[in-house]
Antibody, heavy 117, light 111 residues
Framework: EVQLVESGGGLVQPGGSLRLSCAASGFTFSSYWMTWVRQAPGKGLEWVASIKQDGTKTNYVDSMKGRLTISRDNAKNSLYLQVNSLRAEDTAVYYC??????????WGQGTLVTVSS | QSALTQPRSVSGSPGQSVTISCTGTSSDVGGYNYVSWYQQHPGKAPKLMIYDVSKRPSGVPDRFSGSKSGNTASLTISGLQAEDEADYYCCAYAGGYTHWVFGGGTKLTVL
């Protein structure tokens, strides 16, 4: 059974940074593109970033470019998202997601990031 | 404003069919056969219901079907059941720098 468990969310002050983690199990992690999708409270879904199986290619949403770094450690079956210069509008649940080709197959339960002073 | 346009809400009675539309452009919905649909119950993570426009993952009932015509994709749910009440989001691959775009979501109410 595929399991994706996110962690690292919490309350952070504007301008701060966070590193989100996702522990994957139940599938061959190194064989899949991986993605982060976020959802602001009461709002819709937004694609944030994706990374290729070997980590050599990354893609980021334009609105957050320059503040994001997606990475992975295939030896640890883990996905990461570093978010810098956090703003109130970054408040959201961040989901770790597996890609099936150009679609999103499996979703974690999400980790809540709250940006507030 | 979301990149893909969905109706804010739809409703139907048990046993009926409903269709949710998702309108984009020739750069996303119309440009690739990579449209997917996600079901989200309150407080839960989204669940993949349809991918590649019309394919169903294993375990998804065949009451759920997807299609596309031009720049508009559709999700049809037949034989509505109470447990189908949820939010539904479409998503399309857009290539280039945009990569993926989602619709704003549609709340399905089973009357």
């Amino acid at each position: 059974e595929v399991q994706l468990v996110e962690s690292g969310g919490g309350l952070v002050q504007p301008g701060g940074s966070l590193r989100l983690s996702c522990a994957a199990s139940g599938f061959t992690f190194s064989s899949y593109w991986m993605t982060w999708v976020r959802q602001a409270p009461g709002k819709g879904l937004e694609w944030v970033a994706s990374i290729k199986q070997d980590g050599t290619k990354t893609n980021y949403v334009d609105s957050m470019k320059g503040r994001l770094t997606i990475s992975r450690d295939n030896a640890k079956n883990s996905l990461y998202l570093q978010v810098n210069s956090l703003r109130a509008e970054d408040t959201a649940v961040y989901y770790c997601v597996t890609n099936i080709d150009w679609n999103f197959r499996d979703w974690g339960q999400g980790t809540l990031v709250t940006v507030s002073s | 404003q979301s990149a893909l346009t969905q109706p804010r809400s739809v409703s139907g009675s048990p046993g009926q069919s409903v269709t949710i539309s998702c309108t984009g452009t020739s750069s996303d919905v119309g440009g690739y056969n990579y449209v997917s649909w996600y079901q989200q119950h309150p407080g839960k993570a989204p669940k993949l219901m349809i991918y590649d426009v019309s394919k169903r993952p294993s375990g998804v009932p065949d009451r759920f079907s997807g299609s596309k015509s031009g720049n508009t994709a559709s999700l049809t749910i037949s034989g509505l059941q109470a447990e189908d009440e949820a939010d539904y989001y479409c998503c399309a691959y857009a290539g280039g720098y945009t990569h993926w775009v989602f619709g704003g979501g549609t709340k399905l109410t089973v009357l």
